[in-house]
């Protein structure tokens, strides 16, 4: 049997065909390709906030309070920042945010990696046939749906069950679980 065949769940797949194994990335690997998608996401914003800061009048500094004020909606009682950025800078920013969204969403698809899962040599499978995710599996249920419910007031509780969720015995997350995906060691047997 091969790895595009459906089973209920990896142990199934591994009852019948010994031969092929499949070695679930660490608790730790996982956090590693995290940490590294986040270093990658915060150069990509920093490279940003200096481009619009040279082409802009406002500073990198300024920018720099100006984005954290935004972000704590702060922004309209603030006396610390006299300016706000031009539109041209706030553009470029725009555009990091984007390229980091959109070089990191083309790679899961692909490959069923970020950037970090790359590095770390960790990838996303179909948790039933071993295969590709689908693309609303990967980037929806399990990527968007979950950064969307980070932001709400409740969300944080099903944010901190999802990271709980790591130390159950198959290392899956509730995003895994929700997206029928598990993270593996990369092996070139997989598609």
Not at 77 to 93: C, D, V, W
Not at 95 to 118: E, M, N, P, W
Request: aromatic share 12%; with cysteine.
């Amino acid at each position: 049997m091969s790895p595009s065949e459906s089973f209920e769940n990896i142990e199934d797949y591994k009852k019948i065909n010994r031969d092929f194994e499949i070695v679930l990335a660490t608790r730790a690997s996982r956090l590693a390709a995290k940490i590294l998608d986040l270093f990658f996401f915060l150069a990509m914003i920093v490279l940003g906030l200096m481009l619009a800061s040279f082409f802009g009048e406002m500073s990198f500094r300024d920018m720099y309070f100006w984005l954290i004020e935004l972000q704590t909606n702060e922004i309209s009682t603030s006396k610390s920042i006299n300016s706000s950025p031009e539109g041209f800078q706030i553009l470029l920013i725009v555009l990091s945010f984007f390229s980091v969204i959109f070089i990191q969403a083309r790679l899961l698809v692909r490959d069923g990696q970020t950037i970090g899962k790359k590095i770390i040599g960790i990838k996303i499978i179909n948790a039933f046939n071993l295969g590709k995710v689908k693309l609303i599996n990967i980037i929806f249920i399990r990527w968007i749906f979950f950064e969307i419910l980070s932001v709400l007031p409740f969300g944080t509780i099903i944010v901190l069950a999802d990271v709980v969720f790591i130390f159950r015995k198959d290392r899956r997350c509730l995003h895994d679980m929700l997206s029928g995906t598990v993270v593996s060691q990369k092996n070139e047997n997989l598609s």
